[in-house]
């Protein structure tokens, strides 16, 4: 089946790249010269995916203007003969159909995705998590689960190896290698806090492809780590009880969600931005010779 849905859960409050995010959402916040979630969006639609659910929260305003029209801009731009700038925002609302629904009661990954239900309507969908930038690799990231998903017919995680030291604050997934970047996952764990309960230092990044069937597993999660319903638990499930595919994808990932990702991004992201890349290349060169 063709996997043409994705959900992008953007609830969070951003409370670890405060004060920048009191008023601001951290999807917003820009890595070099567009929003974070610009980059999600996109990734997506270049993975196939024609319609996004983008569940938010009260001050989120900001992010459906974003992928709104800007006729007033656009006419100034236009008007100034600007072709450049205007090519930049003038075709953001038909990167794809993009809905949005808030999640009123921040009560967990689990939740936000339990919100999608009626958007997917009994069929596959990819989710895209707001706090994650994924850039290049062979493929976009989520075109390489839903590759998998096409292959393996089970749900896929986008995994990546984190430190022994991190694993506490992620997953830990039981994965079993199957060629290349493949594997058979056949369980999960949320922030385990002790190292008997670590599985490997896999950990499930930013993306996954998940059947329908999560909905009415997540109807019967119980809270978790944090007291909230974690997506993480309904799929351990799904990966018990049927397994699942995990795919480790070939792109960088930046978590948006902390300062020091913020700058990773800007940084290695600016290096092949084709306007500034090579003045800030030069630049960081004369800059560690004081370090």
């Known amino acids: 089946m063709k ?25 917003m916040l820009p890595i070099v010269d567009k929003p974070a979630i610009q980059y ?41 003969g600007k072709d450049d700038l205007l090519s930049t925002i003038k075709d953001l609302d038909k990167l794809a159909n993009i809905h949005y629904i808030r999640q009123i009661d921040t009560l967990g990954l689990g939740h936000a995705i339990s919100k999608a239900k009626s958007f997917v309507s009994g069929e596959p969908f990819a989710v895209l998590y707001g706090d994650d930038v994924v850039v ?67 950990s499930i990044l930013g993306r996954c492809v998940l059947p329908y069937e999560i909905f009415d597993i997540l109807a019967h999660t119980k809270p978790g780590a944090k007291n909230e319903i974690q997506l993480t638990d309904a799929m351990r499930e799904l990966a018990i009880t049927e397994g699942m595919t995990a795919v ?6 930046y978590d948006i969600g902390n300062k020091f990702g913020i700058m990773q991004a800007a ?18 060169k004369n800059f560690a010779k004081t370090l």
């Not at 062979?138 to 995680?157: F, R």
């Not at 995994?159 to 290349?180: C, G, H, L």
């Open 3 to 27: 996997i043409t849905k994705a959900v992008i859960p953007a609830a969070g409050l951003g409370t670890r790249v405060l004060p920048a995010t009191k008023v601001m959402p951290k999807e």
């Open 40 to 80: 999600i969006v996109e990734e997506a639609a270049a993975s196939g995916i024609t319609d996004i659910l983008i569940i938010t929260n009260r001050g989120k305003g900001f992010i459906e203007d974003h992928f709104d029209k800007a006729p007033v801009l656009q006419g100034i731009l236009e008007k100034d």
């Open 136 to 202: 290049g690799g062979e493929k976009p990231a989520t075109k390489e689960l839903i590759d998998a998903y096409g292959t393996y017919g089970k749900g896929v995680l986008g995994i990546k190896p984190v430190s022994k030291e991190a694993i506490r604050s992620y997953s830990s997934v039981k994965v079993e290698n199957i060629k290349d970047n493949i594997f058979k996952c056949t369980d999960m764990i949320e922030k385990p806090q002790r190292d008997e309960d670590v599985l490997s230092l896999y």
């Open 248 to 253: 480790e994808y070939t792109g960088t990932r």
């Open 267 to 284: 940084i290695e992201i600016g290096l092949n931005h084709p306007e500034i890349g090579a003045d800030l290349r030069e630049y960081l």
